[in-house]
């Protein structure tokens, strides 16, 4: 009887045991499922990933850039205008654009926005001039351009030219 009575305390002390054991493991589990929903990246828009040079098992720093996703559903391009040329444009004048890898072909668009700095004003590095001689440069202004949806394939950082229609004031071409 007392060996039956050991057994049983025995199997009692097992079974506190495997539960602290499966409650242990529980937790690693969740903590593991956790993890792995970590690791998933979900893009804010559709797309291509571009600029990636990761490798399989590779570690990386928390915020650190890893590539860049180029969206597939809004085109733009910024144009840099003459301070001289930039009172004629204003926002929803219609653009035409042909771009450098597709010969031939015109894109259409609008001006979507005006800078109000020029490209040097925000520059990480102004230019100053030191020497003590003042020449006036024209500044550059940026320009957004939206192009109309459906445009070809386009890739990011092509060259272009900007043909914007002045003749039209942008409420003319509002409901076109």
Do not use: C
Not at 64 to 92: H, M, Y
């Amino acid at each position: 009887m007392n060996s039956a009575q050991a057994q049983l305390a025995q199997a009692r002390s097992a079974l506190v045991s495997n539960r602290d054991a499966l409650t242990t493991a529980q937790a690693q589990l969740a903590t593991a499922s956790v993890n792995l929903n970590h690791t998933k990246l979900i893009a804010p828009a559709d797309g291509w990933v571009a600029n990636i040079s990761l490798r399989e098992g590779a570690t990386v720093a928390a915020y650190q850039p890893l590539f860049s996703v180029v969206e597939a559903n809004e085109w733009w391009i910024d144009a840099n205008f003459k301070e001289t040329d930039i009172v004629r444009l204003a926002a929803g004048q219609p653009v035409t654009v042909t771009i450098d890898m597709l010969p031939g072909q015109q894109l259409q668009g609008n001006i979507a926005s005006l800078g109000i700095g020029s490209g040097s004003t925000f520059s990480l590095l102004p230019a100053e001039n030191a020497s003590g001689n003042w020449v006036k440069v024209t500044q550059r202004f940026p320009v957004r351009i939206s192009l109309d949806p459906g445009t070809l394939q386009l890739r990011a950082g092509a060259s272009a030219t900007v043909t914007v229609d002045t003749t039209q004031s942008p409420a003319s071409t509002a409901g076109q």
